[in-house]
């Protein structure tokens, strides 16, 4: 035993303490307190005198100290506010002098921790220590404020109590406990009271240890009644929030509750449906406005009927819901009237679109068999041209024209045949095809749909979906097509089908069998200049919001934009230029310009220098233009053919051409090679020379069957050392026996040498029916011979 635990024994020993019980309930608390007291540092918050609440205390620490509190007298110890350092590591530096006596009470041993119920009974002031360390023990003294008869402090006393009666009903936490409390507590006795009610305040441990060393009564009366002021605010401000969102909540909750009330209340009465049944009748009230076919009908009322039985919550029934849904979206029986009228249709086209007579005169043909049947039906339409010459808005006018409902959708990187068919109903996220979603968006059994892009359909592991079009697109069998989501038959028939394609090569041979084929061919340059003046400018004016008054552009700038900026068979980047000479003119409009006039003098200002220039064709010995077709319209393509050196006999081919233009080049070669004699040539001519054959622009591939007679030609003018005595250009194809076979394009290409300003040209008399039905403002002021075989074209040339 130390010299202190002596000391503690033998001066804190009281002939009354003995008879004190060790545990048990809460004690009042001793008359005469201890001098000497062991001391343990607490955080977060100082503890109180008058307040009884459990303490926990970490057992190796604090077990030494304990076992020696529990062996005095007394049973109290002191606990001092140390702020937030840990108690476990302070020192006797870190004690605040004033600190609170508690009774120890129910001390029972929980795991690692020790836990206690602490009485707290007065203030204390550390006069000196009696151990500095571990465990700390110090002489200390019991100040008590002078006794005060002072209205002044019954007034505060009543403030206090009357405030923390105030506080009850806003806080349920201290409630039974409280006021059983108040009781005891009287103005008349102000001290406890204060500390008491310090502690029931949520105040920061500063402020309460400031309340703990303010041992004047008034002074700490002050203090204390403006912390539970503090405290009854804040109370009050929860307790209104707390109110305004009850009282939201409890609204959402009533209405819920007597929305409730009243469906049972109506479906008992008969008066309403649930869910299920209100679908039911929706799908019903749908099919009943239709005119479905017998075998739609019965599976329908088949799927309603599993509908009925199904539970809400179930995959399955939202399956069938869907499944229902679509089938009573898909218009049957439901067609609109045509218009039939050749005039109306004749107006819409012409207003629409500029040019393309013979392809309004197809259109109208084909309106008026349908016409004279009483429905358009039973034809599908393939438009093929070069982007940028209208096919999609011809689409849209022969809709107009009908009064018809229009659905568009491409073709183009198509790979899944479900795009077309639907997919089967087990698979999750299953829907119908792209038809049955446009006969659903149009609500009409013959809207007009177009297929854009037909040519560039693709292929993958997901089927094919051109196979997936022949059936659609047969007049035979679209009256019967499946789809098989639906996995009911529709009928197509009377919807009429316009494709559109850059060019037929890709199509494959079965789908394209089913197209009836209309051509649009590019623009010359007055047409294209006709449809920027009549559609182009003024579209674009307006939509970027230019007055027609502020901006004007001649006559002569849109001939130098179309040949100078816009050369392509297509009217699609006229109408860019168009956009860009409008966009340079509106920022000088505000800048503060009124009007602007472009014409073929300033034009350079708004779009820079041509970036085509006057196409010169070349001319010279073993020089030929030759007329091409490509998907972006007609060309002119000048062949060269040159002696290399007179060593050996060979033939030599470049400019990137394909197997079949290689193939024309050889039968060429081969053709003059043995008809030298024919030509008044020399047959030995050939024995030692080196001929090279050369199709400029290298880095353009190029192919077709339309260049032997061109390739012939440009040999014999090197062979004759005589160059082609006129502006002329040819077409057709050779065969070894100097037969002069048909070739297409023959409007692209006779536009392509109107464009280069070549007005003689020659063509194979296979071809003189499509040159006859070319217009006439085509053919007015050409020069156009006919071969059959190619002596007529050598007799041409050079007689």
């Known amino acids: 035993m130390t010299d202190n635990d002596s000391a503690h024994h033998h001066t804190d020993k009281h002939p009354s303490d003995s008879a004190e019980p060790q545990s048990g309930g809460l004690t009042v608390p001793e008359h005469t307190p201890p001098q000497r007291i062991y001391l343990i540092p607490v955080?977060?918050?100082?503890?109180?005198?008058?307040?009884?609440?459990?303490?926990?205390?970490?057992?190796?620490?604090?077990?030494?100290?304990?076992?020696?509190?529990?062996?005095?007298?007394?049973?109290?110890?002191?606990?001092?506010?140390?702020?937030?350092?840990?108690?476990?590591?302070?020192?006797?530096?870190?004690f605040p002098e004033f600190g609170c006596l508690v009774?120890?009470?129910?001390?029972?041993?929980?795991?690692?921790?020790?836990?206690?119920?602490?009485?707290?009974?007065?203030?204390?002031?550390?006069?000196?220590?009696?151990?500095?360390k571990h465990p700390f023990m110090a002489d200390v003294s019991y100040p008590e404020p002078r006794a005060e008869a002072d209205e002044t402090i019954r007034a505060y006393g009543m403030a206090i109590i009357n405030t923390i009666k105030e506080l009850l009903p806003l806080n349920p936490l201290y409630n039974e406990g409280l006021r059983h409390y108040l009781q005891n507590f009287s103005p008349s006795e102000p001290s406890p009271l204060t500390d008491f009610a310090a502690a029931l305040t949520s105040a920061n441990g500063v402020e309460l240890q400031t309340i703990l060393e303010t041992v004047p009564l008034k002074p700490r009366m002050e203090k204390v009644l403006t912390l539970v002021k503090k405290e009854l605010e804040v109370a009050r401000l929860q307790s209104e929030i707390s109110d305004e969102v009850n009282e939201k909540v409890s609204q959402h909750q009533r209405e819920f509750f007597l929305r409730e009330q009243l469906?049972?209340?109506?479906?008992?009465?008969?008066?309403?449906?649930?869910?299920?049944?209100?679908?039911?009748?929706?799908?019903?009230?749908?099919?009943?406005?239709?005119s479905p076919p017998e075998p739609v009908q019965k599976r329908f009322d088949d799927e309603l009927q599993k509908l009925s039985v199904l539970e809400t919550g179930s995959p399955e029934y939202g399956v069938t819901r869907n499944?229902?849904?679509?089938?009573?979206?898909?218009?049957?029986?439901?067609?609109?009237?045509?218009?039939?009228?050749?005039?109306?249709?004749?107006?819409?086209?012409?207003?629409?679109?500029?040019?393309?007579?013979?392809?309004?005169?197809?259109?109208?043909?084909?309106?008026?068999?349908?016409?004279?049947?009483?429905?358009?039906?039973g034809s599908i339409i393939l438009l093929v041209g070069p982007p940028g010459v209208g096919k999609t808005s011809i689409g849209k006018s022969i809709a107009d024209a009908l009064d018809r409902q229009f659905y568009r959708f491409s073709?183009?990187?198509?790979?899944?045949?479900?795009?077309?068919?639907?997919?089967?109903?087990?698979?999750?996220?299953?829907?119908?095809?792209?038809?049955?979603?446009?006969?659903?968006?149009t609500g009409t059994g013959n809207p007009v749909i177009m297929l854009d892009e037909v040519d560039k359909l693709g292929q993958s592991f997901q089927g094919d979906p051109a196979s997936a079009l022949l059936e659609v697109l047969d007049p035979e069998q679209n009256q019967d097509f499946l789809d098989h989501y639906l996995d009911e038959r529709l009928d197509l028939s009377h919807a009429l089908f316009i494709c559109t394609a850059n060019t037929l090569d890709s199509i494959p041979g079965p789908l394209l069998d089913r197209m009836e084929v209309i051509r649009l061919s590019g623009y010359i340059t007055e047409e294209k200049v006709a449809i920027a003046r009549q559609h182009l400018w003024p579209r674009s004016l307006e939509r970027a919001g230019v007055k027609p008054g502020q901006l004007r552009i001649s006559d002569s700038a849109l001939r130098h934009v179309v040949e100078g900026y816009a050369r392509e068979a297509g009217v699609r980047n006229l109408e860019k230029q168009l956009n860009k000479i409008i966009r340079k003119?509106?920022?000088?409009?505000?800048?503060?310009?009124?009007?602007?006039?472009?014409?073929?003098?300033?034009l350079t200002d708004f779009l820079g220098q041509p970036y085509f220039q006057t196409e010169k064709t070349q001319r010279g010995v073993g020089v030929v233009t030759g007329l091409a077709w490509t998907s972006m319209g007609g060309a002119t393509l000048s062949i060269e053919a040159n002696q290399v050196h007179s060593k050996q006999r060979g033939f030599k081919l470049t400019?990137?051409?394909?197997?079949?233009?290689?193939?024309?080049?050889?039968?060429?070669?081969?053709?003059?090679?043995?008809?030298?004699?024919?030509?008044?040539?020399?047959?030995?001519?050939l024995d030692e020379a080196f001929l090279h054959l050369h199709v400029p622009e290298g880095a353009t591939p190029k192919d077709g069957p339309s260049a032997g007679v061109t390739m012939a030609t440009a040999l014999l003018s090197l062979l004759m050392k005589k160059r082609v005595p006129r502006k002329v250009a040819m077409t057709g194809e050779l065969t070894l026996t100097g037969q002069v076979l048909a070739v297409g394009g023959i409007r692209e290409k006779v536009i392509a040498a109107r464009r280069v300003g070549i007005k003689e040209v020659i063509l194979p008399e296979a071809c003189r029916r499509d040159f006859d039905e070319l217009p006439d403002y085509l053919k007015q002021g050409l020069t156009v011979h006919f071969a059959g075989q190619y002596s007529d074209v050598f007799h041409t040339l050079w007689g």
Do not use: C
């Open 103 to 132: 009774k120890v009470h129910a001390l029972n041993e929980e795991n690692d921790q020790f836990q206690l119920v602490a009485q707290g009974t007065s203030r204390f002031r550390i006069n000196s220590w009696l151990s500095r």
């Open 411 to 441: 073709l183009g990187g198509m790979r899944d045949e479900a795009e077309i068919k639907g997919h089967r109903r087990t698979y999750i996220g299953a829907m119908p095809g792209k038809l049955v979603q446009a006969l659903k968006e």
């Open 655 to 685: 400019g990137q051409l394909g197997d079949v233009m290689k193939e024309s080049a050889e039968i060429a070669y081969s053709y003059v090679a043995s008809n030298l004699a024919q030509f008044s040539l020399d047959p030995a001519q």
């Open 43 to 94: 955080k977060h918050r100082p503890f109180m005198p008058g307040l009884v609440q459990p303490v926990m205390l970490d057992k190796a620490r604090w077990q030494q100290t304990l076992e020696r509190v529990s062996q005095t007298p007394h049973q109290s110890l002191g606990l001092v506010y140390v702020g937030e350092k840990n108690p476990d590591s302070v020192t006797a530096e870190d």
């Open 263 to 290: 469906k049972i209340i109506q479906r008992e009465l008969g008066l309403s449906k649930d869910d299920k049944t209100a679908e039911a009748d929706a799908f019903r009230e749908r099919m009943d406005a239709l």
């Open 585 to 602: 003119a509106a920022v000088k409009l505000l800048a503060g310009e009124k009007k602007i006039s472009i014409s073929g003098k300033n």
């Open 323 to 377: 499944y229902l849904d679509w089938l009573t979206n898909v218009p049957w029986g439901q067609y609109s009237d045509d218009n039939l009228d050749l005039g109306h249709a004749q107006t819409v086209l012409g207003e629409h679109h500029s040019g393309l007579d013979d392809v309004k005169d197809r259109i109208i043909e084909f309106l008026a068999v349908g016409a004279l049947r009483g429905e358009v039906k």
